[in-house]
T-cell receptor, first 115, second 114 residues
């Protein structure tokens, strides 16, 4: 069965410091991995995805993520955090099987960046 | 292009009533998915429609149903509402619903069941 784990409910980081939001996954077959961000009272916004190819994926707003097949991880990173990055981040996976469009989401990680 | 729109944005109902939520996908997108978001359960998949056909369904009771129209607009219906149905209902669209397509989410409909 497909699943996603985000081991940290909260991540706190000072502005200007690098940030990492962790994600591990479990799927049958090749994984299709996504990161989304949610601001209060808003829907989810797509940040980046890994389908195949280079393990380092660059996305919106300066975010990037590193796919590690051996560790089944897809951690979200940013070299220098901004206060405006404070939001709820979701990792999601889709397998290569018959579930097609369905995304399996982690529980989310609340990122707080303080000035 | 306009984004995914959902109506209404907020809804208050009482137990036992039924409710219909509407979603208009991005123009040209043929796949529409619905998710329920609650603090306790997180984001849970309800169903996915593609070209007016439901092609994927999550683990929700039959009280939850949906449909898609020929213009790709979608509705979901919840009958005999329960307190536990209070949630943010999110609609997402993608061009073909393929495995490598990201989904674009609407702002959600906040349903409160009293």
């Amino acid at each position: 069965a497909q699943s996603v784990a985000q081991p940290e409910d909260q991540v706190n980081v000072a502005e200007g410091n690098p940030l990492t939001v962790k994600c591990t996954y479990s799927v049958s077959g090749n994984p299709y991995l996504f990161w989304y961000v949610q601001y209060p009272n808003r829907g989810l916004q797509f940040l980046l995805k890994y389908i195949t190819g280079d393990n380092l994926v660059k996305g919106s707003y300066g975010f990037e993520a590193e796919f590690n097949k051996s560790q089944t991880s897809f951690h979200l990173k940013k070299p220098s955090a901004l206060v405006s990055d404070s939001a709820l981040y979701f990792c999601a996976v889709r397998d290569g099987g018959s579930t097609l469009g369905r995304l399996y989401f982690g529980r989310g990680t609340q990122l707080t960046v303080w000035p | 292009k306009a984004g995914v729109t959902q109506t209404p944005r907020y809804l208050i109902k009482t137990r036992g009533q039924q409710v219909t939520l509407s979603c208009s996908p991005i123009s040209g997108h043929r796949s529409v998915s619905w998710y329920q978001q609650t603090p306790g359960q997180g984001l849970q998949f309800l169903f996915e429609y593609f070209s007016e056909t439901q092609r994927n369904k999550g683990n929700f009771p039959g009280r939850f149903s949906g449909r898609q129209f020929s213009n790709s607009r979608s509705e979901m219906n919840v009958s005999t509402l329960e307190l536990g149905d209070s949630a943010l209902y999110l609609c997402a669209s993608s061009p073909e619903g393929g495995r490598d397509n990201e989904q674009f989410f609407g702002p959600g409909t906040r349903l409160t069941v009293l």
